[in-house]
């Protein structure tokens, strides 16, 4: 798989599909495998580029350890976005801490997106009571490195809150939803070598993290806000409801939960599917307005 060098780091990132490209950035300890399923359903419609953010997985070589910035990260993103797709912009999709990234990235790169569809970003300088979130999630690194990974993530969850019950994803031989048992447990081994960085690395430093609302609102037509059905009224999805207000855009509702891209990929992928086409649409009927 392709590599692409940046300051300080190699990109590993994934390929496949035709079309328009639509880069996928991963949240928490998630690599370019998150992708996998709703990829596989997209591939139809668009390139699909999936990466390995810097730190994470066969990205991480020089990272590991370092404090993570949002800014450094969306510029990768620019300059993957280069590479991939130098004459076009280009669709994203961003979950958790990778719809930071994507927020960013259209902020400061609006020239090189098409549309950001961004999925629970933990944007915690959004909430009115955002110093008491910060304390939480600092709290969940102070356990990590007293406790470990399994309390850590027992006071994420708590943090997060319990999610509702959403229906089951339908899964069909052969669609997104069929996953390869050794590939999962692939992924899964990375995943959990990912969580000490994501953990003591990036969690605090991406959830401080204050998208620039100047710059984000004068592009709202290239952003998506969306959440979790299953989530909704929960601290990861606040920050999008209090986003797409300020913004005036709509907020999109995707199955599951905060990570419904993994519990419910076949229907994730189609809200996804949906949300993009529904842009491109869009943006054909603007280009013959012009001409005519």
Same mark, same amino acid.
């Given at each position: 798989?392709?590599?692409?060098?940046?300051?300080?780091?190699?990109?590993?990132?994934?390929?496949?599909?035709?079309g328009?490209?639509?880069?996928m950035?991963?949240?928490?300890?998630?690599?370019?495998?998150?992708?996998?399923?709703?990829?596989?359903?997209?591939?139809?419609?668009?390139?699909?580029?999936?990466?390995?953010?810097?730190?994470k997985?066969?990205?991480?070589?020089?990272?590991?350890?370092?404090?993570?910035?949002?800014?450094?990260?969306?510029?990768?993103?620019?300059?993957?976005?280069?590479?991939?797709?130098?004459?076009?912009?280009?669709?994203?999709?961003?979950?958790?801490?990778?719809?930071?990234?994507?927020?960013?990235?259209?902020?400061?790169?609006?020239?090189?997106?098409?549309?950001?569809?961004?999925?629970?970003?933990?944007?915690? #300088?959004?909430? @009115? *009571?955002? !110093?008491?979130?910060?304390?939480?999630?600092a709290?969940?690194?102070? /356990?990590? $490195? %007293?406790?470990?990974?399994?309390?850590?993530?027992a006071?994420?969850?708590?943090?997060?809150?319990?999610?509702?019950?959403?229906?089951?994803?339908?899964?069909?031989?052969?669609s997104?939803?069929?996953?390869?048992?050794?590939?999962?447990?692939?992924?899964?081994?990375?995943?959990?070598?990912?969580?000490?960085?994501?953990?003591?690395?990036?969690?605090?430093?991406?959830? #401080?993290?204050? @998208? *620039?609302? !100047?710059?984000?609102?004068?592009?709202?037509?290239?952003?998506?806000? /969306?959440? $979790? %059905?299953?989530?909704?009224?929960?601290?990861?999805?606040?920050?999008?409801?209090?986003?797409?207000?300020?913004?005036?855009?709509?907020?999109?509702?995707?199955?599951?939960?905060?990570?419904?891209?993994?519990?419910?990929?076949?229907?994730?992928?189609g809200?996804?599917?949906?949300?993009?086409?529904?842009?491109?649409?869009?943006?054909?009927?603007?280009?013959?307005?012009?001409?005519?």
């Open positions: 798989m392709p590599e692409l060098p940046v300051p300080g780091a190699g990109l590993y990132y994934e390929i496949r599909g035709t328009p490209v639509l880069l950035i991963p949240g928490g300890g998630g690599d370019a495998a998150s992708f996998d399923r709703v990829g596989a359903d997209l591939a139809d419609r668009f390139t699909v580029v999936a990466v390995d953010p810097r730190g997985s066969r990205s991480a070589a020089g990272e590991r350890g370092r404090d993570q910035r949002v800014e450094v990260h969306s510029d990768d993103m620019h300059r993957l976005l280069a590479e991939v797709s130098p004459t076009e912009p280009a669709y994203v999709f961003g979950s958790s801490s990778g719809a930071i990234i994507a927020l960013d990235l259209l902020a400061r790169h609006p020239e090189r997106v098409r549309l950001a569809v961004a999925h629970e970003p933990p944007a915690l #300088g959004l909430l @009115p *009571d955002a !110093d008491h979130w910060r304390a939480a999630f709290g969940v690194a102070e /356990a990590f $490195g %007293r406790d470990g990974l399994e309390a850590a993530m006071a994420l969850g708590a943090v997060a809150g319990q999610e509702s019950a959403d229906e089951p994803d339908d899964v069909r031989e052969g997104a939803g069929a996953g390869d048992p050794a590939a999962d447990a692939e992924r899964l081994r990375r995943m959990r070598e990912n969580m000490p960085q994501f953990l003591e690395r990036e969690l605090r430093q991406f959830s #401080g993290h204050m @998208p *620039d609302l !100047d710059a984000l609102a004068g592009h709202p037509g290239q952003l998506v806000l /969306a959440c $979790g %059905r299953a989530s909704r009224e929960l601290l990861l999805a606040r920050p999008a409801a209090v986003l797409a207000e300020r913004l005036g855009t709509g907020l999109v509702e995707f199955p599951g939960g905060h990570v419904g891209l993994s519990t419910h990929p076949v229907r994730f992928a809200v996804l599917r949906r949300t993009l086409t529904s842009a491109v649409a869009e943006e054909a009927a603007r280009q013959r307005g012009k001409t005519m």
